[in-house]
């Protein structure tokens, strides 16, 4: 769609961030593990690497029990080790959570109350301290979760990221914003 057919006038928001906001945004962000199959395949890839390694290295003798036991206990740990590197790859809350805390004590005015207009043209965002503008092309990409819209300069983990809590609409309707950021941004599925 592009942005001559949008009918949508400003949509307006009114809130305040909170961590619970930013842990939403941080989350919806880094959510997308790229290849959740990778970490597996490069334990098994390395577990039949270290057994070929061990039965062609010396080929002439038979393995005893403790080279076996040796053998199943280091492939135990292994295997161990990477489920639990998977799954601290996949739901690390926890790093998000202290992230958040850093960023909201480093930056105080992060807590001010917010006034946003978002349009055809862009955002425009003030505060007691601050007021910014962006245009569509800083953000062009955005996810929707269950509490907020998070719009996100690129894909990558760095990016910066824009948290509208959808509390803060003060039509208390998603729809006309979902519909501005549908014409102007990428959409990742819903989170």
């Not at 105080?108 to 962006?134: F, H, K, M, Q």
């Not at 509208?164 to 950021?181: F, M, W």
């Amino acid at each position: 769609m592009s942005s001559e057919q949008v009918t949508v006038g400003p949509v307006e928001l009114s809130y305040t961030l909170t961590q619970d906001d930013w842990l939403d945004g941080f989350v919806a962000h880094r959510r997308r593990v790229r290849r959740p199959w990778l970490v597996p395949a490069l334990i098994v890839a390395a577990l039949v690497g270290l057994i070929l390694g061990l039965l062609s290295s010396d080929g002439s003798r038979a393995m005893s029990a403790a080279d076996l036991a040796a053998l199943a206990t280091v492939a135990l740990v292994a295997i161990g080790l990477g489920l639990l590197l998977f799954r601290l790859l996949v739901a690390a809350r926890w790093i998000y959570r202290w992230q958040v805390r850093l960023l909201m004590s480093g930056n105080p005015w992060l807590s001010e109350p917010i006034r946003a207009t978002v349009d055809d043209t862009g955002l425009r965002l003030s505060s007691a301290s601050r007021s910014e503008t962006a245009a569509w092309s800083h953000y062009l990409r955005y996810v929707e979760t269950d509490r907020s819209f998070v719009l996100r300069a690129s894909e990558r983990l760095g990016a910066a990221i824009l948290v509208l809590p959808k509390r803060g609409l003060v039509t208390g309707d998603p729809a006309p914003l979902r519909t501005l950021l549908e014409t102007h941004c990428h959409r990742r599925h819903t989170v």
